[in-house]
């Protein structure tokens, strides 16, 4: 695996000079979330930027994954907003063709996988409606995707339509597209309850094509430095070691763009700890 870490923790750099920072502190791979000032699909300059970002990626061997949580990327007002599960078609248009334009930059960055979640309803649906409006959304973004032969990771997120596994599992039963695996988030299943994590990590190895991580409390969604919650990090490193997961671990700590490089930096030192068998003490 590739310890990596998500650019929505570098919010007040330049995504070159975030790139750069991540690179010299040791990082292997990024999770690029697209926004307002880092690829914004919607900017004209985009076109430019993309091959000039694509080779400074090479430059310092860094893999990438390109991310799609963008809080007000869509809608100034609404955090979040629209998504696939919006009442309006309008409104799921505009979702899908924001994933549609990350599938596209996914393929111009060599990008391993575009990771994607469900979204909330804003308006009152049964969940057989928001199901199939998702699964319908999904199954047209997977055509985009085998177009481009980019692979697609959806992320269960707590709040979400889609936040346990047993409701990703669903959703990737009736899409059943061999593009469309998962995105995992440690720190989610812990939140849930969905613990041990191991037995997840195993068995969805084949469709496991992206991991976020961080540490969490249970019932409390808020994505913490390592050693501010409750998760066991060897258990986690140790099953992603056991069936050999190539893609990248991405430290998601978007909250702490403050203080990016030092935080990045005590992160990445943790982790390696843990890698190494070494006590899982806070980081200093």
């Known amino acids: 695996m590739r310890f990596g870490y998500n650019t929505n923790g570098f919010a007040h750099h330049r995504l070159e000079d975030a790139l750069t920072v991540l690179a010299e502190l040791g990082y292997r791979s990024i999770a690029l979330t697209l926004d ?6 919607y900017d004209p300059d985009t076109t430019r930027q993309l091959p000039l970002v694509r080779e400074r990626l090479r430059a ?3 893999a990438v994954v390109v991310e799609t949580g963008a809080r007000f990327l869509l809608d100034p007002r609404r955090k979040h907003q629209p998504t696939l599960l919006s009442a309006d078609p309008a409104e799921r248009e505009r979702r ?6 990350a599938v596209d930059m ?5 990008a391993g996988a575009v990771s994607f979640w469900s979204g909330s309803p804003v308006e009152a649906a049964s969940d057989e ?12 973004l997977c055509d985009r995707a085998e177009r481009r032969n980019v692979r697609l990771a959806f992320e269960p997120e707590p709040g979400m339509f889609v ?5 990703w599992e669903e959703l990737h039963r009736r899409v059943g597209h061999p593009l469309f695996g998962l995105t995992l988030d440690i720190g989610h299943l812990h939140c849930l309850g969905e613990t041990p994590i191991a037995p997840h990590v195993h068995r969805w190895r084949d469709w496991l094509w992206n991991v976020h991580i961080e540490d969490m409390r249970f019932g409390v969604h808020d994505h913490l ?8 990090f060897a258990e986690v490193l ?26 990045a930096r005590r992160a990445l030192a943790f982790l390696q700890r843990v890698a190494n068998g070494a006590p899982t003490v806070p980081p200093l």
């Open 96 to 101: 899908l063709d924001f994933l549609c334009r």
């Open 129 to 140: 409606i928001s199901m199939e409006r998702l699964v319908e959304g999904c199954r047209r």
């Open 60 to 62: 310092l061997d860094l």
């Open 163 to 167: 936040d346990t596994m047993t409701r």
């Open 238 to 263: 140790s099953s992603l070691s056991q069936i050999s997961y190539p893609g990248g671990l991405h430290i998601e700590l978007s909250r702490h763009s403050h203080n990016a490089v030092d935080t």
């Open 225 to 232: 430095m390592f050693g501010e919650g409750e998760i066991d």
């Open 36 to 41: 307002h000032r880092a690829l914004d699909p």
């Open 106 to 110: 996914a393929a111009d960055l060599d």
